[in-house]
């Protein structure tokens, strides 16, 4: 699949942009700060409904602006799909397919399948979990789109089931708050477990793509592995005082079976009960865990060199490209390139040229076109000042 033709109205500082773009590599060149970053973001977004640089979509819609409106026609074997997506600052967001709205605008998700790979794609292998959680979901969500709804599903439960906890610690109304809590409890283990188990089998999935990719660009042959660090594992009661930060005590799940996965949950609930009352907060589930990224017998996290943390994050996302491409009905997804190649030493660069020249469709962004080798210079466009022009 690809992008034949982009129109963005008062999205960041594209006030009104409308291009066409090629199959094979599309290469945006700018100074700093001219839209090329807003205009790959807004395909990303129209894809993913996540932008890679910020939460939420608000800074997506221009300053001064009531609205932004990300609009694209993308093709498939010569049949082309109209995608709108309308971005209110104030009321609902609007998405439209073929001009028929859609019911919800997660509807679009996976219509036009994409991967990201920016510089702060290091942020995955050396911060928090949250960016390990995101990376994963954010795999899942693309590979299977109807695990939107159980995402947005399990936050609503988490959520409820956070502020029952929070108003029985204050009213210290333990006794009314205990049967509400089990009514929650079996929706929470619910879409927690296809959560927890459509992780694991993503990132087992991955990993030969990420041995391959690992291989193909980094200089040593270190390993890289997938494991699963999961809060509904061992005995102990878990140390959370509301940050995220990582436990070094929890244990690696292996078994995706769902039955397997919600007895552990549920019995890790029962567990814990006491404890969640008396802290006011759901204290296990998937939004505990985490992947943990390993390079050899260690993990990447605290360990990894610059380069290797590097040929990581991008190992990470051309698996996810192989991953999306095997199953795809749709041909491969789109390739977005943000700002990468200034980022890496001339080896890598050839590499990763070498890597990507094939993809269905790549958009590349760059500040000095120099620093993109000239296989990917095909189709070159001009960003200036929220301006794009084919040159
Ligand atoms: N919501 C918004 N409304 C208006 N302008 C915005 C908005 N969001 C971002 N901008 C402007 O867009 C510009 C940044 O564009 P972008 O990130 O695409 O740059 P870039 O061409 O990728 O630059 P670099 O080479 O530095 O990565 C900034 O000048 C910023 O002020
Ligand atoms: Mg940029």
Redesign the pocket.
């Known amino acids: 699949m690809y992008v034949k033709h982009l129109t963005l109205a ?4 594209h006030g009104s942009t409308d291009v066409a773009l090629e199959p094979g590599i599309n290469l ?1 060149v ?10 790959v ?1 807004a395909i990303g977004y129209l894809s993913t409904l996540t932008s890679h ?1 910020v939460a939420g979509y608000q ?7 009531p609205a ?1 409106i990300i609009r694209a026609m993308v093709c498939h074997e010569d049949r082309d799909i109209l995608l709108e997506l309308e971005l209110n600052r104030e009321g609902k967001n609007k998405a439209r397919m073929n001009k028929a709205d859609l019911p919800r605008v997660r509807d679009l998700i996976g219509v036009i399948s994409s991967v990201t790979f920016a510089p702060e794609d290091i942020d995955i292998i050396r911060r928090d979990p949250t960016n390990r959680r995101a990376f994963i979901d954010g795999l899942v969500v693309q590979y299977r789109p109807r695990m939107a709804g159980v995402y947005s599903d399990y936050e609503r439960v988490l959520k409820q089931r956070n502020s029952l906890l929070k108003s029985a610690k204050i009213t210290k109304t333990t006794g009314s708050a205990l049967s509400t809590l089990e009514a929650w409890d079996a929706s929470l283990v619910q879409y927690g477990t296809e959560i927890v188990s459509a992780r694991i089998e993503i990132a087992r999935m991955l990993e030969p793509h990420l041995f391959a990719a690992y291989q193909s660009i980094a200089t040593t042959n270190n390993e890289p592995r997938l494991l699963y660090k999961s809060s509904l594992l061992g005995d102990r009661l878990p140390n959370f005082f509301g940050e995220d930060t990582e436990e070094d005590d929890l244990e690696y799940l292996e078994d995706s079976d769902r039955d397997t996965v919600a007895k552990l949950f549920s019995d890790r609930l029962e567990k814990v009960r006491a404890k969640e009352l008396e802290r006011g907060l759901t204290l296990v589930g998937p939004q505990r865990d985490d992947l943990v990224l390993m390079l050899g017998p260690l993990p990447a996290k605290g360990y990894a060199s610059h380069g290797e943390t590097w040929s990581y994050a991008l190992a990470l996302r051309l698996a996810s490209v192989e991953l999306l491409k095997k199953e795809s009905r749709t041909g491969d997804p789109v390739l977005i390139l ?2 990468v190649f200034a980022e890496l030493d001339s080896g890598r660069r050839l590499r990763l040229a070498e890597l990507v020249a094939n993809n269905e469709q790549v958009l590349i ?3 000095v076109a120099e620093d993109v080798p000239v296989i990917l210079t095909a189709t070159r466009f001009a ?1 200036s000042e ?1 301006q794009v022009t084919r040159e």
Request: glycine fraction near 16%.
């Open positions: 008062s999205f960041r500082n945006f700018g100074r700093n700060g001219q839209g090329k970053t807003n205009l973001e640089r800074a997506l819609i221009q300053a001064g602006e932004a943000d700002d962004t760059a500040a960003v929220g």
